[in-house]
């Protein structure tokens, strides 16, 4: 008889052998078929680890330990990305140096992935911060600055009140900061800036090479928000002005009612004199510029505005004038900060000229304008608009346009939503930005043989009260002479956002030690692109566009051989608390995985987190579901006793056995490993039920089980002797023809009236089956037979009188 199963001792003592073996060690063998699995390197916390990022790791653990099985080169790493806010806060309050927080955090973050038996090869380990890897995050922002793609501007950018710090539009969510949530306002400030702009249609368009879930595609593709329309001038009357307008709509141009420009619009204080309600406006003003983007463009919000008493503007079709009002709904970051307002069409306007009593009229038939129904008629017939009457909105956009630009008073405009994104952060635990400002020569790159430019040492790592980084207050370090002129110089003392190292990490770990280049072009050639990559969809509009974005970059400057990082994206839905709200320390419903693993194991934690649920959904804790995986794989381990000596499998069993190795194989693929397992417990609730299991059953059972629980599969494969180590053995094959159930039950009938039921093969022949049939029935045959009948897998009728 077995013991009972102790993962303490079987987890470490395989953990072990693995390290020593270097197991998971992959070689840049360029011979081999190739397999890339990636994870979302994690933010080294002080918290460590916690169970939601168990869920994504274990699922490309399976997949990464069944290609190894399968004969591929599997590259599967792991990395810290830790710079960031979290460990500079902790670093101020304790007075620790950042470095020695990161250093902790990571041991403590490793040691925990460790206990876990994760596959990774840990000899490709990275960090962010480490001067040879940001060496390079360096050295690609020098590419984007001698390509024009980083430039330095004057904006008002999103600053957290609480963080001292710029953030990307992406970083404030509902109006906070992501990650402190206090109050984000506005505020000018000189910033770094990348062109991620000038990719958005590559980012588009990339989309369709790629096989991604179909809900990230919508979002990056609704977040770069491409939009085709048209640029419209208006005269201001009696002015030299023209007041251009964007509107994605130019078939209403006849159904304009009314202008409004954004409160912030520059023709506001150009016609000052001409303004005669002038303290309302700036009153006006004044509120709106309280208000976040984010506020004013909500579409619920009740509408307000000033008309520019003083100023109307001349509709370029038809020459009617109109009033120009401001509204903060019209936002100065988008378009051209100023609309035609169309009511009978825009649901905006309709509400703004409802609440202001402006007229509205209809321009595109099928609405219901009359009833004060408010309907967006995208398509339909032209009414109303002279010249464009009858046609079709489509028909009419092209004519409207070509007219437009015949007359030179507008022109097609594509637009977007995306805006440049702001790389500098006015903080300590950054990459430093490589660039040194000169009087003379402007803004001038550092030499790429200066590299990498390395953090200074600060006294103190608190930000400056005006919001300059910590290390503006090194004078020695900042400094310096001009590498153009020779002249006195200032080192940039801004530093990179936490997205600059994960935008190209990737990469490294195919030749994570090279010093003369980011990774050599053998590595980059055979590893790219990336085969498998799962990570939060909270990371779609962030990490997920920047990294396109610089990889596409790196492609057009033939540093990488792909235009594309990531040949497949999937992600995975968050582990709630056992009350299905999110795990918070204030709700006292955090889990600890340290914990379960001490009184579960890591391969019940591993076993339990795949088979929570549905892979893309989020599902909550369960204890008791923890157990349940455990009492899975105690009977597992009981199997033991019951094994026979047939390598084969048993005719019984045959079948299920190749159903279960074929729905397996392709769960794993497919997110499904909820599944897999749930036909795995079936498969051994078949072996209890016979008490018997074969030794070839058992063997192939084990390595399907293999990718969802190392340790305990690896331990029964060493029991039975079977040859190497599990992880080194080939993935079970299934025979499609044997995967369908070839003995049936059919009913037998005598006169048409069901008398018993018989299992035959599928394939046996007529005679035997009325045979099998007739003993049966055998006691219920009284007459005398006149008919047998088989319908073939379905009947016997026996006929008699
Ligand atoms: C007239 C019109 C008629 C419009 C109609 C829409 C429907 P997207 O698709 O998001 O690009 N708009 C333009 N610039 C704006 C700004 N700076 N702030 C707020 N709104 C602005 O939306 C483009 C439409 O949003 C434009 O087309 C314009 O309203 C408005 F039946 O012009 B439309
Ligand atoms: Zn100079």
Redesign the pocket.
């Known amino acids: 008889m077995s013991e009972v199963y102790n993962h303490k001792i079987v987890e470490k003592k395989w953990q072990k052998v693995w390290d020593d073996e270097k197991a998971f060690k992959v070689e840049n063998d360029y011979s081999k078929p190739k397999y890339y699995a990636l994870v979302e390197f994690p933010y080294p916390s002080g918290q460590g680890l916690h169970v939601g990022h168990p869920r994504p790791y274990t699922a490309l653990d399976i997949v990464a330990r069944k290609r190894r099985m399968q004969g591929y080169n599997v590259l599967y790493p792991m990395g810290w990305d830790a710079f960031g806010l979290p460990t500079e806060n902790y670093a101020i309050k304790n007075k620790i140096h950042p470095k020695v927080v990161t250093k902790n955090n990571v041991q403590r973050f490793k040691e925990q992935l460790h206990a876990l038996g994760y596959s990774f090869d840990w000899d490709r380990e990275i960090n962010t911060t480490d001067p040879n890897y940001y060496h390079w995050t360096q050295w690609i922002f020098l590419k984007l600055f001698k390509a024009g793609l980083a430039y330095k501007s004057e904006m008002p950018i999103n600053w957290c009140t609480s963080c001292k710090v710029g953030l990307a539009n992406e970083e404030v969510v509902n109006g906070v900061c992501e990650r402190c949530g206090s109050e984000v306002v506005r505020k000018v400030k000189s910033q770094w800036m990348l062109k991620i702009t000038e990719y958005a249609d590559k980012l588009i368009e990339g989309l369709d090479s790629v096989d991604y879930v179909e809900k990230v595609k919508v979002s990056q593709k609704n977040w770069i ?1 491409k ?1 085709e ?1 048209a640029e419209v001038d208006f005269i201001v009357k009696g002015k030299e002005e023209k007041l251009r ?5 130019p078939d ?1 141009l006849f159904g304009v009612t009314y202008m409004v420009v ?1 409160p912030e619009h520059p023709m506001i204080e150009k016609y000052k004199e001409d303004i005669k309600n002038w303290n309302a406006v700036v009153e006006y003003k004044e509120m709106a510029a309280k208000k976040s983007d984010f506020e004013r463009a909500e579409l619920a919000k009740e509408k307000t505005g000033v008309v520019l008493d003083g100023l109307t503007a001349i509709n370029p079709v038809n020459g009617k004038e109109i009033p120009i009002w401001i509204s903060d ?4 970051t ?4 100023a ?2 307002a ?1 009511p009978a ?2 649901e905006r ?1 309709w509400e703004f000229a409802k609440k202001f009593g402006l007229p509205i009229i209809e321009v595109v038939a099928g609405g219901d304008v009359q009833n004060e129904a408010f309907t ?1 008629v995208a398509t339909g017939t032209i009414v109303n608009s002279d010249f464009l009457n009858g046609l079709e909105v489509a028909d009419a956009k092209k004519k409207i346009i070509e007219f437009l630009s015949e007359k030179g008073i507008g022109e097609k405009k594509v ?1 977007f ?1 995306l805006r440049d994104w702001v790389f500098s952060r006015q903080r300590y635990w950054g990459e430093p930005i490589p660039i040194i400002a000169c009087d003379k020569c402007g803004y001038v790159p550092l030499e790429e043989s200066e590299l990498p430019l390395e953090l200074p040492e600060v006294d103190s790592y608190m930000p400056t009260d005006n919001g300059e980084s910590p290390i503006a207050a090194m004078t020695d370090w900042v400094n310096t002479t001009c590498p153009c002129c020779g002249g006195p110089a200032k080192r940039e003392t801004d530093t990179m956002p936490q997205w600059a190292g994960s935008s190209w990490y990737f990469l490294r770990y195919t030749d994570p030690d090279n010093n003369e280049a980011l990774a050599s072009k053998e590595a980059l050639n055979y590893w790219l692109p990336v085969d498998w990559y799962n990570g939060g969809m909270e990371h779609t509009t962030l990490h997920l566009l920047y990294s396109r974005f610089w990889h596409k970059f790196l492609y057009d400057n033939k540093i990488v051989p792909t235009s594309e990082p990531y040949q497949k994206r999937t992600s995975h839905g968050m582990i709630l608390g056992e009350n299905g709200e999110k795990m918070s320390k204030s709700r006292g419903n955090v889990v600890n995985p340290d914990d379960i693993i001490t009184e579960y194991g890591a391969d019940t934690l591993r076993t339990y987190e795949m088979f929570i649920g549905a892979f893309e959904l989020s599902a909550s804790w369960s204890e008791d579901g923890v157990k349940g995986c455990r009492r899975f794989l105690d009977r597992v381990w009981k199997l033991q006793d019951m094994i026979t000596d047939d390598l084969e499998y048993s005719s019984d069993l045959e079948t299920k056995m190749h159903q279960t190795i074929k729905k397996v194989s392709a769960d794993f693929e497919s997110l499904k490993y909820n599944t897999a397992i749930a036909s795995m417990m079936a498969l051994i609730n078949e072996f209890y039920k016979k008490n018997q299991v074969t030794k070839g059953e058992f063997k192939t059972f084990i390595t399907l089980l293999n990718p969802v629980a190392p340790h305990i599969t690896e331990e029964l494969w060493s029991i039975l002797g079977f040859e190497g180590k599990i992880y080194q053995a080939t993935w079970p094959e299934f025979d499609e023809e044997k995967t369908v159930e070839n003995t049936i039950e059919i009913a037998v009938q005598i006169n048409g009236k069901t008398k018993g039921t018989i299992a035959i093969n599928r394939e046996e022949a007529k005679e035997d089956v009325i045979a099998k049939a007739k003993e049966e029935i055998a006691d219920k045959l009284t007459g005398t037979i006149v008919k047998e009948i088989y319908v073939p897998g379905r009947i016997v009728n026996i006929v008699q009188k």
């Open positions: 928000g939009s329309g307008i964007y509107t994605t709509r209403t954004s709904y019209v936002l100065m988008y378009g051209t900060g609309i035609m169309v069409h825009d306007d967006n637009n939503k």
